[in-house]
């Protein structure tokens, strides 16, 4: 069997750590971009929902908000209707890095699918949601304490 995985977390990785790299001006560190786009894109959110879309463990995304709250990325506001829950939203300074945040992502878009045919990404596309969706059914199921059988 191809090592499909391996190959999507070696992009993955590449990918990662070009970011790091062009966002340490703006004392961006791993993966907090991430949590800055999702942010932004759904303002309001609240942190089990943004686990949900990014794929983390609660204490990881934990620490990354904290440090996003502190450097003023974002800022945490109570709900309306019920004060214990706590809706995140984009800073000024947060909004401000999303569109170079952006269009570093449709960079490395179109420079990963460079000489592909439009089918082709299509196809890439439907693949990765289809092993995307499958990954999802197991993360849920080890997120609730269970054990998968190798």
Excluded at 39 to 62: C, H, M, W, Y
Excluded at 116 to 130: G, I, K, V, W, Y
């Amino acid at each position: 069997m191809k090592e499909i995985l391996r190959e999507i977390g070696m992009i993955a990785r590449a990918l990662d750590s070009i970011s790091n790299i062009e966002f340490k001006e703006f004392d961006l560190t791993k993966g907090q971009y991430l949590y800055i786009v999702r942010i932004f894109e759904n303002p309001g959110i609240i942190q089990e929902q943004l686990i949900d879309l990014i794929k983390v463990d609660r204490s990881t995304a934990t620490r990354a908000l904290q440090k996003l709250e502190a450097s003023g990325f974002i800022e945490k506001k109570s709900d309306l209707t019920n004060k214990k829950i706590k809706r995140l939203f984009p800073t000024e300074k947060g909004k401000s890095v999303y569109p170079f945040i952006k269009s570093e992502n449709e960079y490395s878009d179109q420079m990963a699918l460079e000489g592909f045919s439009q089918e082709e990404t299509d196809a890439a596309f439907q693949l990765l949601q289809r092993i995307r969706k499958n990954v999802e059914k197991d993360w849920e199921f080890v997120k609730k304490g269970h054990k998968r059988n190798y």
